[in-house]
């Protein structure tokens, strides 16, 4: 079954420690991950996507096929990364059209 | 351009009401879902249309009807509103397979 596991409801950091949000997912064949950002009071974006291989607001994902996970890591953390971070899949699912599959999101605290 | 918009922000029904919510997009996009989103699960696929006229279910679809009669626009219906239903409904699409989908910003809905 396709599913996106992200293990940690909430991680607490202080501002200007390392940051990595852990991702695992389980799908059989080449998925299309994804990391979408909730700041407060705002919508669900777009942070980055694995098939670009860009960093976005010094975050950087690797795709690890063998581990199966996406990690998502920022070497110094700032107050304004606050927010909720969910991994998301998208393949040809069961019916054949794109879906997005989501995990259960974590939410990252970080302390002046 | 507005990108995605959902109306209404906030409602409240009695248990057995009925209501539509409404999602709108001014991107041209083919595909649109309609996501439910619950602390603790992330967010969930009601049901998604690929095009004009199409629509199919989600992952959680029970409760819920769909109606995609204009490119633009995709609504979400609750014929018979239970408690189970009290979310953060989020509408959502994108041009094509495999490209970001572009949230709106959220439905709060509250059934008493």
């Known amino acids: 079954a396709q599913r996106v596991t992200q293990p940690e409801k909430l991680l607490s950091v202080f501002k200007g420690a390392p940051v990595e949000l852990k991702c695992n997912y389980s799908?059989?064949?080449?998925?299309?991950l994804f990391w979408y950002v909730q700041y407060s009071r705002q919508r669900l974006q777009l942070l980055l996507r694995?098939?670009s291989r860009e960093s976005i607001k010094g975050f950087t994902a690797d795709l690890n096929k063998g581990e199966t996970s996406f990690h998502l890591k920022k070497p110094f953390a700032q107050e304004e990364d606050s927010a909720m971070y969910y991994c998301a899949l998208s393949g040809f699912l069961s019916g054949g059209y794109n879906k997005l599959i989501f995990g259960a999101g974590t939410r990252l605290a970080v302390h002046p | 351009n507005a990108g995605v918009t959902q109306t209404p922000k906030f409602r409240v029904l009695k248990t057995g009401q009925s209501m539509t919510l409404l999602c709108a997009q001014d991107m041209n996009h083919e595909y649109m879902y309609w996501y439910r989103q619950d602390p603790g699960m992330g967010l969930r696929l009601i049901h998604y249309s690929v095009g004009e006229g199409t629509t199919a279910k989600g992952e959680v679809p029970d409760g819920y009807n769909v109606s995609r009669l204009k490119k633009q626009n995709f609504l979400l219906g609750l014929e018979s509103a239970a408690p189970s239903q009290t979310s953060v409904y989020f509408c959502?699409?994108?041009?094509?397979?495999?490209?970001?989908?572009?949230f709106g910003p959220g439905t709060r809905l509250t059934v008493l």
């Open positions: 799908y059989s064949g080449s998925p299309e």
């Open positions: 959502a699409s994108s041009p094509g397979l495999y490209n970001e989908q572009f």
């Open positions: 694995h098939i």
